[in-house]
């Protein structure tokens, strides 16, 4: 995939394919993801791909990044597979290898948690205004400028003054990280 063997791609994707080891490869998952149809692989293909060490297809793709986190296939998969636990993993290895096409993804998730560690919930000017810093690209704001004054308008998004903070979940968020190591 260019910036990346595929032995380094492989090494951060083992965990991964330990996980799905039984995998009958039933599509249920699949059928059962409300985001299929925004992503370039389906779920089953996907797993198949790690299974047959091609780590590389997997990461080409924007597939993992699409998961919402919403557990059906992990609800409905006949084998009891983790597979929404197997799709963050792909989501922090792609943040930990900096692949650059999954950058603004992470940007944008680190500028949401940022917010929630200091606030105890997501303040959406500030995680805006982080997320935006971030991306150090000054024309994007402009994008999100008319969408963020109807949202302003209908009262959905508060004027609040962005930073500041008490850092009210950072010993939580300390504890889970020592835990995950
Ligand atoms: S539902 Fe489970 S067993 Fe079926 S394809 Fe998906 S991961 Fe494999
Ligand atoms: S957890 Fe992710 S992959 Fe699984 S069904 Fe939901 S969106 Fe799809």
Redesign the pocket.
């Known amino acids: 995939m260019g910036q990346v063997s595929n032995e380094r791609l492989l090494e951060q994707t083992e965990t991964v394919k330990e996980m799905i080891q039984t995998c009958i490869q039933c599509g249920t998952?699949t059928a059962?993801?409300?985001?299929?149809e925004f992503m370039d692989i389906t779920?089953r293909h996907m797993w198949r791909l790690l299974l047959t060490d091609h780590a590389d297809a997997v990461f080409s793709s924007k597939s993992f990044i699409?998961?919402?986190?919403?557990?059906?296939?992990?609800l409905r998969c006949p084998r009891g597979l983790e597979?929404?636990h197997a799709?963050s993993l792909l989501k922090q290895a792609a943040s930990k290898l900096k692949l650059k096409q999954f950058q603004r993804s992470s940007l944008f998730y680190e500028a949401f948690l940022d917010s929630v560690k200091k606030h105890g919930r997501v303040r959406e000017m500030e995680f805006m205004t982080n997320y935006f810093i971030s991306m150090k690209n000054p024309v994007i704001p402009f994008a999100y400028a008319s969408l963020g004054l109807k949202l302003m308008a209908k009262g959905k998004v508060r004027p609040e003054f962005p930073f500041g903070g008490k850092g009210k979940l950072t010993a939580l968020f300390k504890k889970v990280a020592e835990l995950e190591g």
């Open positions: 998952c059962s993801c409300p985001n299929n779920p699409m998961c919402s986190s919403c557990y059906y296939c992990t597979l929404t799709m």
